[in-house]
């Protein structure tokens, strides 16, 4: 006890030093300070944090007509405070603001103690006053400014680069005094590889002609087969499924099964085919408004639709059809824009230039459908809502060859259709049946870029255009971003989803517009950003950290190891599947119902429609990736929610990674893992090889290395201790091996069956089997 | 716990622990699932939680009696004798004044006032009204602070209980458990702070779903547990049959071997977090099924339940079950009971759901009492909206409908630091509030405020805004606070 509350107090204590007492002196204090204090990244963070909300660009909320977000208003003579003003540059004692945030009464002091926002620290208030007397210096937020690619920055250690992304992350290593890995062992490196470009473990043969090629060339072999092969597109469609909020049913209270799959065959497809991100978006966003547009390009605005819809009777149709609208202009701003808009949907935004005009201007460009709020209740349910693409079977034989049909009934999507009736309107507190002023014309957030009439259309191909015009200073940041948090777990922006002004500072500004630059100069060619990422040394580190990297660098931000993280949620039970050899990798086609406890569905539902009850899938459909897997947005499939796969409820950019002990009893207990483990074990025991062989060869497959002398010890004494239990019948061997559907062998030495199966369950346990490391 | 792995345990959870304490005083709020295991031995949670709760609290657990699909307030609690008299009646334009209403109504030409068949009579010192169909609930009245005016913004299902739970109608915000789960952590460490348990009337039933107790954007340790009726009390729970304890524990000790193995080559925190939460999973794997076994409650618990709490996956069993999760240490437990949809044949209908949940819902809160843990622990009993003073469909002498109503419904609440009592007031007609209204987020925030958390104080920084269950509003309602 005594020891555990020391423990705490020293940790309490290091904590404080580090950000409080260390600058109880003035000169040290004065000294950590930089060179030249950013308003970009140094003063506006502060301002935002805890300024903005009454003195920035909500014009409601503004507290003493101050506003600090401008200049020309922040260096303006107070109106309420006679004869001083906030700033006043180059002096800092007068600025009446330092004034504020230095004093402690309570009635003075800034910001105020009503606001909940807490007060500024001594290393706060000193950049503010260094700030002011080199003159207090405003300057565009740094995410609205386009990007520019700058020469590569001086570098000591020239022989560690492999490619330019080296030179950024090595430049600002050197500066933090840190010294990167050495490069990842083979086997690990190829397993790291693997996942992160197709979400599969490598085979053994894979492993085997990558550990035996010493060709300088074999590195960059392996990425373009694994590029090259079609499990790519599937695994780079997870991540795009979360943005689109992609699933398999209408959410809300019935929650009846929907047809949107085709969409996601066809992200998949798109993704395979190397569709430039230019394209790809301008098909989501406006295929259907392209000249002659093709059901292919139509099928893509799906995207758009993915939202959820309501089949509750009753409900206020502009309610729920604004709802959608909303949901629309969300997974625009925030998937591909990279900003939070939908503050300004009840007010001017707080913190970023966005004004409810603006939002209501934004929205409009998706008000142009003939979409219903309601269409019917779960009584007359269908699979698509108006506007709708029908697709018959000739189609997908000829020219939508990548949707997997499995019959030949006509199919419908939900899509998008310009239909030019409707009129947008602010609304009142974002209240549907409360418009206000003239109709708004469609425009895009001026604060990012001009929407320039002269340039684009006021209509969704207009808004694609302006959104992959090459000034637009988020597009590519924003996608170069997410797709740089898909291969190191976290992006050079870490809000990925918010590159406002609230949102966190990049760790390698320069980093992000080279690569952002580099990306829209070759064409937005979306393999050729993975192979840069995965060809690089930063990338091809080994993970392995030491006490100094702890405690300099624990989140590893300046990427002096490489990556390690748990994998997503899919990918876990793809590496489960795909090691045991059960995996069946047809790709796309209606999405699956595996094994799944009992009564989920069925403790929650109303009764009514077709998910009533969960019918869990046969055959071949238990063993699919687990993108595939059938989501039902309100009970999503718990095998994927509880590793924190997104609800899909909402346009999301980023998943959490958790550890808790729930994820835990599913690796324990989960029939997809014992069954997994069940069927490896009864392959190896047909091979002729001793028991050793086959825990290595088991343990190559899932963990994707051979074992250490240490690992092999362990693994073998259990094996023997469970032989030892199933032959004096302590444990049941035949009962042990009865699960899964997949077809028993008949296996002689049941007993040594059961002890494997045993034992490759404790593999599949390992923190490694469903780690990237 | 020794000394090594404490600090191993305080190393890996810096990194979290550090993001949060740069949100500022009030916002260090820890987990629930996570954290406790890693401080085995409670007193040493509280060190953390600096500046949590904010003020002594009043109660410090919660049952909350979701009472899903909005029952009739004017059936059983808001006596009207009004409408009895003006049975069949157009309601007056004067009272309606033109409010909105949901799509199944709107087309009515007439709204004929719909008088409760059911008998009402005053109980306790209080002298609270309640109709015939909650005798057991009326017997312990005294303990119970019956609130009038409550309000919603929301009309239908989805977005009001949305509402309810997270604070907004929109979906993906942190539910109430998750948020208490975030600010005050759990008190016992085998089990979770905030489960769920579910179960279903006769009547005409609404879903529930999972994102009512979701985490939002909290960590997804703070999310509700569902706990089912089947065998598998918490999904994947259960060993298969061929796999004892000391067979697990077995594996187990392996597993944690290999992966310390991997500790010592690559240093990474997040394996030990692992090792932890394996070993939380085994304790939970004892600790649930102890808690849902009823076979050693005495003869006198099944009798204050009823027979039906021996049947799992009932309101009942799920009330029992409630007062053993809370007793030991559970947070919040959420129980939803749905049925109370009422548009068609409501007074056959709400009969069968009061059978469900009366003897049941006065039990727990008997049962909790002679615990003398009443105090401690807040009930809550209520649905997602009220329902309409006049018919929905045809009227006849002894059926009628209701359609939604959000503009006054009756909720109840005993313990935990609540005053007995009647809140707020109706008209005569039980459609508008004359006195004390309290919406929904200042219901929030009084629960907060009764589990010693300033509802403004309790954030989380999301996408670049500090989100809080309130949202933007909410006042504490001291009227009904003992």
């Given at each position: 006890?005594?020891?555990?509350?020391?423990?705490?107090?020293?940790?309490?204590?290091?904590?404080?030093?580090?950000?409080?007492?260390?600058f109880?002196?003035?000169?040290?204090?004065?000294?950590?300070?930089?060179?030249?204090?950013?308003?970009?990244?140094?003063?506006?963070?502060?301002?935002?944090?805890k300024?903005?909300?009454?003195?920035?660009?909500?014009?409601?909320?503004?507290?003493?007509?101050?506003?600090?977000?401008?200049?020309?208003?922040?260096?303006?003579?107070?109106?309420?405070t006679?004869?001083?003003?906030?700033?006043?540059?180059?002096?800092?004692?007068?600025?009446?603001?330092?004034?504020?945030?230095?004093?402690?009464?309570?009635?003075?002091?800034?910001?105020?103690?009503?606001?909940h926002?807490?007060?500024?620290?001594?290393?706060e208030?000193?950049?503010?006053?260094k700030?002011?007397?080199?003159?207090?210096?405003?300057?565009?937020?740094w995410?609205?400014?386009?990007?520019q690619?700058?020469?590569l920055?001086k570098?000591?250690n020239?022989?560690?680069?492999?490619?330019?992304?080296?030179?950024?992350?090595?430049n600002k290593?050197?500066?933090?005094?840190l010294?990167?890995?050495?490069?990842?062992?083979?086997?690990?490196?190829?397993?790291?590889?693997?996942?992160?470009?197709?979400?599969?473990?490598?085979?053994i043969?894979m492993?085997?002609?990558?550990?035996?090629d010493?060709?300088?060339k074999?590195?960059?072999?392996?990425?373009d087969?694994?590029?090259?092969?079609?499990?790519?597109?599937?695994k780079?469609?997870?991540?795009?499924?979360?943005?689109?909020?992609?699933?398999?049913?209408?959410?809300y209270?019935?929650?009846?099964?929907?047809?949107?799959?085709?969409?996601?065959?066809?992200?998949?497809h798109?993704?395979?085919?190397?569709f430039?991100?230019?394209?790809?978006?301008?098909?989501q966003?406006?295929?259907?408004?392209?000249?002659?547009?093709?059901k292919?390009?139509?099928?893509?605005?799906?995207?758009?639709?993915?939202?959820?819809?309501?089949e509750?009777a009753?409900?206020?149709?502009?309610?729920y059809?604004?709802?959608?609208?909303?949901?629309?202009?969300?997974?625009?701003?925030?998937?591909?824009?990279?900003?939070t808009?939908?503050?300004?949907?009840?007010?001017?935004?707080?913190?970023?230039p966005?004004?409810?005009?603006?939002?209501y201007?934004?929205l409009?460009?998706?008000?142009?459908?003939?979409?219903?709020?309601?269409?019917?209740?779960?009584?007359?349910?269908?699979?698509?809502?108006?506007?709708?693409?029908?697709?018959?079977?000739d189609?997908?034989?000829?020219?939508?060859s990548?949707?997997?049909?499995?019959?030949?009934?006509?199919?419908?999507?939900?899509?998008?259709?310009?239909?030019?009736?409707?009129?947008?309107?602010?609304?009142?507190?974002?209240?549907y049946d409360?418009p206000?002023?003239e109709?708004?014309?469609?425009?895009a957030?001026?604060?990012?870029m001009?929407?320039?009439?002269?340039?684009?259309?006021?209509n969704?191909?207009?808004?694609?255009?302006w959104?992959?015009?090459?000034?637009?200073?988020?597009?590519?940041?924003?996608?170069?971003n997410?797709?740089?948090?898909?291969?190191?777990?976290?992006?050079?922006?870490?809000?990925?989803?918010?590159?406002?002004?609230?949102g966190?500072?990049?760790?390698h500004?320069?980093l992000?517009?080279?690569?952002?630059?580099?990306?829209?100069?070759?064409?937005?060619?979306i393999?050729?950003?993975?192979?840069?990422?995965?060809?690089?040394?930063?990338?091809?580190?080994?993970?392995?950290t030491?006490?100094?990297?702890?405690?300099k660098?624990?989140?590893?931000?300046?990427?002096?190891?490489?990556?390690r993280?748990?994998?997503?949620?899919?990918?876990?039970?793809?590496?489960?599947?795909?090691?045991?050899?059960?995996?069946v990798?047809?790709?796309?086609?209606?999405?699956?119902?595996?094994?799944?406890p009992?009564?989920?569905w069925?403790?929650?539902?109303?009764?009514r429609?077709?998910?009533?009850?969960?019918?869990?899938?046969?055959?071949?459909d238990?063993?699919?990736?687990g993108?595939?897997?059938?989501?039902?947005?309100t009970?999503?499939?718990?095998?994927?929610?509880?590793?924190?796969?997104?609800?899909?409820?909402?346009?999301?950019?980023?998943?959490?990674?958790?550890?808790?002990?729930?994820?835990?009893?599913?690796m324990?207990?989960?029939?997809?893992?014992?069954e997994?483990?069940?069927?490896?074990?009864?392959?190896l025991?047909r091979?002729?090889?001793?028991?050793?062989?086959?825990?290595?060869?088991?343990f190559?497959?899932?963990?994707?290395?051979?074992?250490?002398?240490?690992?092999k010890?362990?693994?073998?004494?259990?094996?023997n201790?469970?032989?030892?239990?199933?032959?004096?019948?302590?444990?049941?061997?035949?009962?042990?091996?009865?699960?899964?559907?997949?077809p028993?062998?008949?296996?002689?030495?049941?007993?040594?069956?059961a002890?494997?199966?045993?034992?490759?369950?404790?593999?599949?346990?390992?923190?490694?089997?469903?780690?990237?490391? | 716990?020794?000394?090594?792995l404490?600090?191993?345990?305080?190393?890996?959870?810096?990194?979290k622990?550090?993001?949060?304490?740069?949100?500022?005083?009030?916002?260090?709020?820890?987990?629930?699932?996570?954290?406790?295991?890693?401080?085995?031995?409670?007193?040493?949670e509280?060190?953390?939680?600096a500046?949590?709760?904010h003020?002594?609290?009043?109660?410090?657990?919660?049952?909350?009696?979701f009472?899903?699909g909005?029952p009739?307030?004017?059936?059983?609690?808001?006596?009207?004798p009004?409408?009895?008299?003006?049975?069949g009646?157009d309601?007056p334009e004067?009272?309606?004044?033109?409010?909105r209403l949901?799509?199944?109504?709107?087309?009515?030409?007439?709204?004929?006032?719909?008088?409760?068949?059911?008998n009402?009579?005053?109980?306790?010192?209080?002298?609270?009204?309640f109709?015939?169909?909650?005798p057991?609930?009326?017997?312990?009245s005294?303990?119970?602070?019956?609130?009038?005016?409550?309000?919603?913004e929301?009309?239908?299902?989805?977005?009001?209980?949305?509402?309810?739970?997270?604070?907004?109608?929109?979906g993906?915000?942190?539910?109430?458990?998750?948020?208490?789960?975030?600010?005050?952590?759990?008190?016992n460490?085998?089990l979770?702070?905030?489960?769920?348990?579910?179960?279903?009337g006769?009547?005409?039933?609404?879903?529930?779903?999972?994102?009512?107790?979701?985490?939002?954007?909290?960590d997804?340790?703070?999310?509700?547990?569902?706990?089912?009726?089947?065998?598998?009390p918490v999904?994947?729970?259960n060993?298969?049959?061929?796999?004892?304890?000391?067979?697990?524990?077995k594996?187990?000790?392996?597993?944690?071997?290999?992966?310390?193995?991997?500790?010592?080559?690559?240093?990474?925190?997040?394996?030990?977090?692992?090792?932890?939460?394996?070993e939380?999973?085994?304790r939970?794997?004892?600790?649930?099924?102890?808690?849902?076994?009823?076979?050693?409650?005495?003869?006198?618990?099944?009798?204050?339940?009823?027979?039906?709490c021996l049947i799992?996956?009932?309101?009942a069993?799920n009330c029992?079950?409630?007062?053993?999760?809370?007793?030991?240490?559970?947070?919040?437990?959420?129980?939803?009971?749905?049925?109370w949809?009422?548009?068609?044949?409501?007074?056959?209908?709400?009969?069968?759901?009061?059978?469900?949940?009366?003897?049941?819902?006065a039990?727990?809160?008997?049962?909790l009492?002679?615990?003398?843990?009443l105090d401690?622990?807040l009930v809550?009993?209520?649905?997602?909206f009220?329902?309409?003073?006049?018919?929905?469909?045809?009227l006849t002498?002894?059926n009628?409908?209701?359609?939604?109503h959000?503009?006054?419904?009756?909720?109840?609440?005993a313990?935990?630091?609540?005053?007995?009592?009647?809140?707020?007031?109706?008209?005569?007609?039980?459609?508008?509030i004359?006195?004390?209204?309290?919406?929904?987020?200042?219901?929030?925030?009084?629960?907060?405020?009764?589990?010693g958390?300033?509802?403004?104080?309790?954030?989380?920084?999301?996408?670049?805004?500090?989100?809080?269950?309130?949202?933007?509003?909410?006042?504490v309602?001291?009227g009904?606070?003992?």
């Amino acid at each position: 006890m005594k020891h555990k509350i020391i423990v705490i107090i020293l940790f309490f204590a290091s904590v404080t030093t580090g950000f409080v007492s260390c600058f109880n002196n003035n000169e040290k204090l004065e000294k950590s300070l930089p060179q030249t204090v950013s308003f970009n990244f140094h003063i506006r963070p502060i301002l935002s944090d805890k300024c903005f909300k009454c003195h920035g660009p909500d014009a409601n909320k503004r507290a003493a007509n101050l506003r600090l977000d401008f200049a020309a208003n922040a260096y303006a003579p107070l109106t309420e405070t006679k004869g001083a003003f906030a700033i006043i540059p180059g002096n800092p004692e007068e600025s009446e603001l330092v004034k504020r945030i230095s004093s402690d009464d309570p009635s003075y002091m800034m910001p105020s103690p009503e606001g909940h926002l807490g007060t500024l620290t001594p290393y706060e208030i000193a950049l503010f006053k260094k700030w002011i007397q080199q003159g207090a210096k405003y300057e565009t937020h740094w995410a609205f400014i386009s990007p520019q690619k700058k020469t590569l920055p001086k570098i000591d250690n020239k022989s560690w680069p492999k490619n330019e992304i080296d030179y950024f992350i090595e430049n600002k290593l050197e500066e933090k005094g840190l010294i990167p890995n050495e490069e990842a062992d083979k086997e690990r490196l190829l397993k790291r590889m693997a996942l992160d470009i197709t979400g599969l473990p490598p085979s053994i043969a894979m492993m085997d002609e990558f550990i035996n090629d010493n060709s300088p060339k074999a590195y960059e072999k392996i990425v373009d087969e694994l590029l090259s092969s079609p499990q790519y597109g599937e695994k780079m469609a997870a991540h795009w499924l979360d943005v689109a909020r992609y699933a398999d049913s209408y959410g809300y209270q019935d929650d009846n099964i929907r047809t949107q799959w085709p969409w996601r065959d066809w992200v998949i497809h798109a993704f395979n085919n190397n569709f430039p991100y230019d394209k790809f978006l301008t098909w989501q966003i406006a295929g259907d408004m392209l000249p002659n547009a093709t059901k292919e390009q139509i099928l893509a605005t799906a995207f758009l639709r993915n939202h959820k819809y309501t089949e509750e009777a009753g409900v206020i149709l502009e309610e729920y059809r604004m709802g959608y609208l909303i949901d629309e202009t969300k997974t625009f701003s925030k998937g591909i824009m990279g900003i939070t808009v939908e503050c300004a949907q009840c007010h001017d935004h707080k913190y970023d230039p966005i004004k409810q005009k603006d939002y209501y201007s934004l929205l409009a460009f998706f008000n142009n459908t003939k979409e219903k709020g309601f269409e019917g209740d779960v009584g007359s349910s269908k699979p698509a809502k108006y506007p709708i693409l029908k697709i018959n079977n000739d189609e997908v034989k000829n020219m939508l060859s990548f949707i997997n049909k499995k019959d030949t009934a006509m199919m419908t999507v939900s899509v998008m259709a310009e239909d030019t009736l409707r009129q947008t309107f602010l609304l009142m507190r974002g209240v549907y049946d409360k418009p206000n002023g003239e109709a708004l014309l469609p425009s895009a957030i001026p604060a990012v870029m001009k929407f320039d009439d002269a340039k684009y259309q006021r209509n969704r191909i207009g808004l694609a255009q302006w959104t992959t015009d090459k000034k637009n200073p988020l597009t590519a940041r924003v996608f170069v971003n997410q797709i740089w948090q898909e291969f190191f777990g976290r992006g050079i922006v870490k809000t990925s989803g918010d590159f406002g002004m609230q949102g966190e500072l990049p760790t390698h500004p320069e980093l992000l517009d080279w690569l952002a630059v580099d990306f829209m100069e070759h064409g937005w060619n979306i393999k050729r950003l993975v192979k840069q990422i995965v060809l690089s040394s930063t990338y091809r580190q080994s993970v392995k950290t030491t006490d100094e990297k702890q405690k300099k660098d624990p989140d590893n931000i300046y990427l002096s190891r490489g990556p390690r993280s748990r994998l997503s949620a899919e990918f876990i039970r793809d590496v489960v599947l795909s090691s045991s050899g059960l995996l069946v990798k047809t790709i796309g086609g209606p999405s699956v119902k595996p094994y799944q406890p009992k009564g989920l569905w069925e403790g929650a539902t109303s009764g009514r429609g077709e998910l009533a009850t969960y019918k869990q899938d046969k055959g071949e459909d238990l063993y699919r990736r687990g993108l595939y897997t059938f989501i039902k947005l309100t009970i999503p499939p718990p095998g994927l929610a509880l590793f924190d796969a997104s609800n899909r409820d909402q346009c999301e950019v980023k998943r959490s990674k958790t550890n808790t002990p729930l994820q835990a009893l599913i690796m324990m207990n989960d029939p997809t893992v014992l069954e997994a483990s069940r069927v490896l074990a009864q392959q190896l025991m047909r091979e002729s090889s001793p028991p050793e062989e086959k825990i290595q060869k088991a343990f190559r497959l899932i963990i994707c290395r051979k074992t250490n002398a240490k690992e092999k010890e362990i693994l073998l004494l259990y094996f023997n201790d469970q032989l030892q239990q199933f032959r004096q019948k302590k444990l049941d061997a035949k009962a042990t091996v009865n699960v899964g559907e997949y077809p028993q062998k008949e296996i002689a030495d049941i007993v040594g069956f059961a002890a494997l199966m045993k034992t490759i369950n404790a593999i599949y346990n390992m923190e490694e089997a469903i780690t990237k490391s | 716990m020794n000394k090594e792995l404490l600090e191993q345990s305080l190393i890996l959870n810096r990194r979290k622990f550090l993001s949060k304490l740069s949100l500022g005083i009030g916002s260090v709020a820890l987990g629930s699932l996570l954290i406790p295991d890693l401080f085995t031995g409670k007193p040493d949670e509280e060190v953390l939680m600096a500046g949590l709760p904010h003020f002594a609290p009043k109660a410090k657990r919660i049952i909350y009696l979701f009472q899903n699909g909005a029952p009739s307030q004017l059936d059983l609690f808001d006596y009207k004798p009004k409408l009895q008299e003006m049975f069949g009646l157009d309601l007056p334009e004067s009272i309606r004044m033109g409010q909105r209403l949901t799509g199944m109504t709107a087309d009515q030409k007439k709204f004929p006032l719909a008088g409760s068949i059911f008998n009402f009579k005053q109980y306790g010192k209080t002298g609270a009204w309640f109709s015939e169909l909650l005798p057991h609930i009326a017997s312990v009245s005294d303990d119970l602070c019956i609130v009038k005016s409550l309000f919603t913004e929301a009309i239908n299902h989805d977005p009001a209980l949305t509402f309810f739970q997270t604070g907004a109608q929109v979906g993906n915000r942190p539910s109430m458990g998750s948020w208490l789960s975030y600010g005050l952590g759990s008190e016992n460490k085998n089990l979770p702070a905030f489960c769920v348990l579910l179960s279903k009337g006769k009547g005409n039933g609404q879903g529930v779903y999972s994102k009512l107790w979701s985490n939002g954007f909290l960590d997804s340790i703070h999310q509700g547990v569902q706990f089912s009726s089947g065998d598998n009390p918490v999904l994947y729970l259960n060993n298969p049959e061929s796999i004892s304890k000391e067979d697990r524990r077995k594996m187990l000790d392996k597993v944690n071997e290999l992966n310390e193995v991997a500790y010592e080559e690559f240093g990474d925190p997040e394996i030990n977090t692992k090792i932890q939460q394996y070993e939380m999973a085994f304790r939970m794997q004892t600790a649930v099924p102890e808690i849902t076994d009823m076979s050693k409650e005495p003869e006198s618990i099944i009798k204050l339940y009823g027979p039906e709490c021996l049947i799992p996956g009932t309101y009942a069993a799920n009330c029992l079950l409630a007062r053993k999760l809370s007793e030991n240490g559970v947070r919040f437990v959420q129980l939803y009971h749905q049925g109370w949809d009422g548009h068609n044949n409501l007074p056959n209908e709400i009969k069968g759901q009061c059978q469900d949940v009366d003897q049941a819902s006065a039990a727990l809160i008997t049962d909790l009492k002679q615990r003398g843990l009443l105090d401690e622990t807040l009930v809550i009993w209520g649905g997602e909206f009220g329902r309409t003073n006049y018919c929905q469909g045809t009227l006849t002498k002894d059926n009628y409908g209701r359609d939604h109503h959000p503009r006054c419904f009756t909720i109840m609440m005993a313990g935990g630091g609540v005053k007995p009592g009647v809140y707020g007031e109706t008209d005569d007609f039980g459609y508008n509030i004359i006195k004390d209204p309290v919406h929904v987020n200042d219901f929030h925030a009084t629960v907060l405020n009764l589990m010693g958390i300033n509802h403004e104080q309790l954030t989380y920084k999301h996408l670049g805004r500090r989100y809080r269950l309130t949202d933007v509003a909410g006042k504490v309602v001291n009227g009904i606070i003992a």
